[in-house]
């Protein structure tokens, strides 16, 4: 079973432009969740999507945002980069909504913001 | 707010010592608790999960954990480290219905052979 791929795994932008990302859950995962992990401040939650739908989002402002596809792909997308969004992006996937099922991860991409 | 800590940054061992990792977490309802494992060039993965029933979790590769909900701690513990065991080890925690996960720091763990 293909696990969690995500692209690019690196991207360089600069100051002001805009950032996608890009993610493909586990076949059969409905979730897919974003996280950023940036140096120093751990892992902090994003945003959760499931079945199309933004259910939660974490202590970010607006210009982070994102999408669910129908075949439940996932984009990020950061507006107005600054340079404090250099960060490693990881995208996790699970199935269904219940309490006990795992969040699978990805490689993650890496953002660097000249 | 909710928080997750783990006490130890950095840890080095030599091959067949035991480990604990500590976790505590601030949350005064039902958690959810996850221990996640990154080893060098690898993305992260699940080592072991508590969601309810035996507070004594057993995981892979020989880890355990577990859950004292009067100490709010998810301590991870393994009797016998190996080289291999090296990594970043993440405690993580679900809070009620919530399925985001908030994330400790990290504990880097140095196995010497």
């Known amino acids: 079973e293909a696990g969690v791929t995500q692209s690019p795994t690196h991207l360089i932008k600069t100051r002001g432009q805009q950032a996608t990302l890009r993610c493909s859950p586990i076949s059969g995962h409905t979730s897919v969740y974003w996280y950023q992990q940036a140096l120093g401040l751990g892992l902090q939650f994003l945003l959760w999507y499931d079945e199309g739908e933004e259910r939660n989002r974490g202590n970010f402002p607006p210009r982070f945002s994102g999408r669910q596809f129908p075949n439940y792909s996932s984009e990020l997308n950061v507006n107005a980069l600054e340079l404090e969004d250099s960060a490693l992006y990881l995208c996790a996937s699970s199935r269904e909504t219940k309490m006990s099922e795992t969040q699978y991860f990805g490689p993650g991409t890496r953002l660097l913001v000249l | 707010a909710q928080s997750v800590s783990q006490h130890n940054h950095h840890v080095i061992l030599s091959e067949a010592a035991s480990l604990e990792l500590g976790c505590n977490y601030s949350?005064?309802?039902?958690?959810?608790l996850f221990w996640y494992v990154q080893y060098p060039g690898q993305h992260l993965q699940l080592l072991l999960k508590?969601?309810?029933?035996d507070p004594l979790v057993k995981g892979i590769k020989g880890f355990e954990a577990e859950f004292i909900k009067s100490k709010f701690s998810f301590n991870l513990r393994k009797p016998s480290v190996q080289w291999s065991d090296t990594a970043e080890y993440f405690c993580?925690?679900?809070?009620?219905?919530?399925?985001?996960?908030?994330w400790g720091l990290g504990t880097s763990l140095a196995v010497n052979p």
């Open positions: 949350y005064g309802g039902t958690v959810n």
């Open positions: 508590y969601f309810s029933g």
């Open positions: 993580a925690v679900s809070a009620g219905n919530n399925r985001k996960l908030i």
